[in-house]
Nanobody, 116 residues
């Protein structure tokens, strides 16, 4: 069973919007934090945004004011609303989940491509 299932990636023009979703499967228990990382070709993977179970959020400086992370604890789902997308946002986006026991899970990644 796949621990995290992502959806919502795609191709969009600069200035457009996309919404990513990620649902954790039943094999993941007691999630403390869910979030999103991204990795562009030739670059290191970087944190985009995260949200804790109590709703605390954290954003990379490059996406503040444009991206919004939200979560649904009951559904074990995290969302990433991406507005005002830029070509430099092009990357593979990975969902993550960290349990209260500090175990990490990663999704398989979803491609986001922003054309100029």
């Amino acid at each position: 069973q796949v621990p995290l299932v992502e959806s919502g990636g795609g191709l969009v023009q600069a200035g457009g919007s996309l919404r990513l979703s990620c649902a954790a499967s039943e094999i993941i228990f007691r999630i403390n934090t869910m979030g999103w990382y991204r990795q562009a070709p030739g670059k290191q993977r970087e944190l985009v945004a995260s949200i804790t179970r109590d709703g605390s959020t954290n954003y990379a400086d490059s996406v503040k004011g444009r991206f919004t992370v939200s979560g649904d604890n009951a559904k074990k789902t995290v969302y990433l609303q991406m507005n005002s997308l830029k070509p430099e946002d092009t990357a593979t986006y990975y969902c993550t989940a960290t349990t209260v026991r500090a175990r990490d899970y990663w999704g398989q990644g979803t491609q986001v491509t922003v054309s100029s």
